[in-house]
């Protein structure tokens, strides 16, 4: 079907078949970007944006604030838009990105800022700016459309659609004139106008056949429960594409995926499989010694150009900090290596350090740009090194961090050494090694401080901030550190008072004091798994409780009552072409993934079986989808992992201040268990607050006054036990080796 779509589509752009002219130039790598609009700036300002900006200066989007003085006649995402296009009798011209993408500013420089594009677009199109992080729904429906034309995908996107919303036509970045096979503007806005003028039955044909095909790709795959051959064949094609020389999976383009790692970690837990261990330690030391990593700044970045980790795509997204500091995390919990707290705690500094709002919520990203030129604030040249360290710590630095005087960093375009250096580590620092970086870190990083800055996407993302809540909880429970958790307290409380509605509705985006735009799927499954974690964190029934809620009002709104699994958006949100689902999990996983899992281990806590059963639903909506790629849908194959291992129900009574419950719940937070659910319940008003929510832990109390725990597993309950002795005996061997 895809073939017979991608020559339907190629039928509109046979006008621009022709050969580049040989004295053509291509157009610059690129280039700067203007800086937002300021708020004086848009408080003087008509209504209609005046000379200097377009109508989306009035946007709360930063990625659409960046395009507010383009010459392009842009609109936001809505009715008004797509109602003009009707009234003109023209296509829509959507264009899908986000703040810190590098080719967005690439194809905004080249095409976007230059008005004789400008004026083609304008005439041909009512042109639509979209941030994909702003509307998810909208970009997964219209990258499935991407992809099934172009056989690819990625930002920035443009789709040229009918006005009733159908697309013909799909692509990424387009240059402002042709380059050899990549179209330019300047040809492609003229041939897709022609092709709607002159062929328009032909157009809205192709239209048609792209719509159908679409409504087919994002219904689910049903089939039978899966089981555990399945995650047998997950482990197996992972192994298959793992890289053994130098971690990760793929051979070329490397992106850290921690769901697949935390995926093998439960494998290595169910199974003792060594090769699933091998593969996650490999992989995450890789991470942490390689460019990828910001060794001066901490954080990490979004993806390593080449296969060796050395050079990064230097933005960096907060769901990264946040899924990679997991992984640590749960690495830790099975090996107890140090190198993996130190590297979790690095992650969550730098979030504490760039990515906090005063308010208490995390902000989204960080650009790879400054100056117009990606990585520069973030690259040295030995030269510099020497200044700022000396000759002796500056050789440290150049033998253990593997810099040279040529640089190891190329320009991108000519491919040629700059002279600028990536830091990378071949090994990882010695503890000895580290004590003397720790105070040259320092001094980089207070000289790096003085440099132009990129830009900061300071939008605070419900779902994002959910698997940071995450990241911070978990850390804070494995680590025993009441500061990650007091961090985790902080973005809950925010995201629950600021993104949530009196009717209980949660928000997608808060910035500058106004939230906004209605909560998909994804704002629910991420905050209620971040909501459950600070439960456990903090043995605090508030986040419990407001973890059931988010989680009934996602059922509520979201679940396909018909043939199970979750939609991306809310029953009563925009009528789009199809309404989505979907479970393959990209840079973060689905949200049918997450909600699966939720639903599990919500069931567990609550003692309502109706949240399993919905979980089960979940999985069997897409089994087979995911029987014929099992690796690629990993957080998946965790609730599957949790439906077919040892899962126990563990309940610890008694005063959270008492000395022995306080190390029955250390206990239980330094192993590595992730089928198990884990309750406090304390005396007084926090025994009933649980029981409202978990009626199933009022029967159980105190044995003779001491901190007693009960344990559950596969559904049989033994006997209470009041000694840590005698819990280690209860858990078995896995929790005496701690």
């Not at 990515?355 to 030129?373: L, V």
């Not at 393959?584 to 699966?596: F, H, I, L, Q, T």
């Not at 979980?615 to 099992?630: H, L, Y």
Request: aromatic share 8%.
């Amino acid at each position: 079907m895809r073939l017979a779509l991608c020559a339907s589509a190629a039928l509109l752009l046979t006008p621009m078949t022709r050969a580049m002219p040989q004295d053509e130039e291509a157009a610059p790598a690129h280039g700067g970007r203007a800086e937002l609009p300021s708020a004086e700036e848009i408080a003087a300002l008509p209504s209609d944006g005046g000379e200097a900006f377009n109508r989306l200066v009035f946007s709360s989007s930063p990625y659409l604030l960046q395009h507010a003085r383009n010459p392009v006649d842009w609109h936001e995402w809505g009715p008004s838009a797509f109602a003009l296009a009707a009234e003109r009798g023209v296509p829509v011209f959507l264009s899908i990105g986000y703040s810190t993408c590098h080719w967005c500013h690439v194809m905004e420089h080249e095409s976007f800022e230059d008005a004789e594009v400008a004026r083609l677009m304008n005439e041909a199109f009512v042109c639509i700016k979209l941030d994909r992080e702003e509307r998810p729904d909208i970009d997964q429906l219209y990258m499935t459309v991407t992809q099934a034309l172009t056989g690819s995908g990625g930002w920035p996107m443009t789709v040229v659609m009918t006005p009733d919303k159908r697309p013909f036509f799909a692509g990424t970045y387009f240059p402002k004139r042709s380059i050899g096979q990549r179209f330019g503007m300047l040809e492609l806005v003229p041939a897709l106008s022609t092709a709607w003028d002159e062929r328009r039955e032909e157009v809205l044909q192709s239209a048609s056949a792209i719509t159908e095909d679409l409504a087919a790709r994002v219904a689910g795959s049903p089939g039978e429960d899966l089981t555990a051959e399945d995650l047998a064949a997950g482990e197996e094609e992972l192994a298959k594409r793992f890289d053994g020389a130098r971690g990760g999976f793929g051979a070329s383009r490397k992106f850290p995926v921690p769901h697949e790692q935390t995926f093998l970690l439960r494998r290595h837990g169910a199974t003792g499989s060594t090769r699933a261990l091998e593969m996650v330690e490999r992989t995450l030391t890789a991470w942490r010694t390689g460019g990828v990593f910001d060794q001066v700044g901490l954080g990490i970045h979004r993806y390593s150009t080449d296969p060796d980790w050395l050079v990064p795509h230097f933005e960096k997204m907060l769901y990264d900090q946040a899924l990679c500091a997991l992984a640590y995390v749960d690495a830790w919990l099975v090996t107890q290596e140090p190198a993996y707290e130190r590297a979790a705690r690095e992650l969550l500094a730098y979030v504490s350090r760039d990515m906090t709002s005063p308010q208490g919520g995390f902000f989204s990203a960080e650009d790879a740009d400054s100056e117009g030129e990606e990585g520069l604030f973030y690259l040295w040249t030995e030269e510099e090194l020497v200044e700022v360290l000396g000759q002796e710590d500056a050789a440290f630095v150049r033998d253990r961090f593997r810099t040279s005087e040529a640089g190891n960093y190329r320009d991108e375009a000519t491919r040629e050494r700059t002279g600028r250096n990536v830091l990378h580590l071949k090994s990882a620092l010695s503890d000895a090694e580290h004590d003397r970086w720790e105070p040259l870190r320092a001094a980089l990083f207070e000289v790096r401080e003085g440099r132009i800055h990129p830009l900061k996407d300071d939008k605070v993302l419900t779902d994002w901030n959910g698997l940071m809540i995450s990241a911070f909880a978990r850390a804070g429970r494995a680590f025993g550190d009441e500061a990650f958790v007091a961090q985790a307290r902080r973005a809950a409380d925010f995201v629950l008072s600021e993104l949530r509605t009196d009717a209980g509705r949660l928000l997608k985006r808060w910035r500058g004091g106004e939230a906004g735009l209605d909560g998909m799927l994804e704002d629910h499954a991420f905050l209620a798994q971040g909501l459950l974690d600070l439960f456990e964190a903090s043995n605090e029934v508030a986040y419990l409780k407001a973890a059931k809620e988010v989680t009934d009002t996602a059922i509520q709104h979201f679940h396909d009552g018909e043939a199970g699994g979750f939609f991306l958006s809310p029953d009563d949100g925009e009528a789009l072409l199809v309404r989505s689902k979907t479970i393959y999990d990209g840079a973060r996983p689905s949200g049918n993934s997450v909600m699966a899992c939720v639903l599990q281990r919500l069931s567990r806590m609550t003692g309502a079986t109706r949240y399993e059963e919905l979980a089960a639903g979940t999985i069997r909506a897409f089994s087979a989808e995911v029987e014929r790629s099992p690796s690629y849908s990993t957080q998946l194959l965790a609730a599957v992992d949790f439906q077919t291992s040892t899962t126990r129900e563990i309940v610890v009574v008694g005063d959270r201040e008492d000395a022995s419950v306080r190390a029955m719940l250390a206990l239980l937070a330094a192993r590595y268990a992730p089928n198990d659910v884990v309750l406090l319940r304390a005396p007084g008003q926090g025994a009933l607050e649980l029981s409202a929510v978990s009626p199933f832990t009022e029967a159980l109390v105190q044995v003779g006054g001491e901190a007693t725990a009960y344990v559950c597993t596969n559904f049989a309950c033994a006997a209470p036990v009041t000694t840590l002795e005698a819990l280690v005996e209860l858990l078995g061997a896995d929790a005496s080796e701690r």
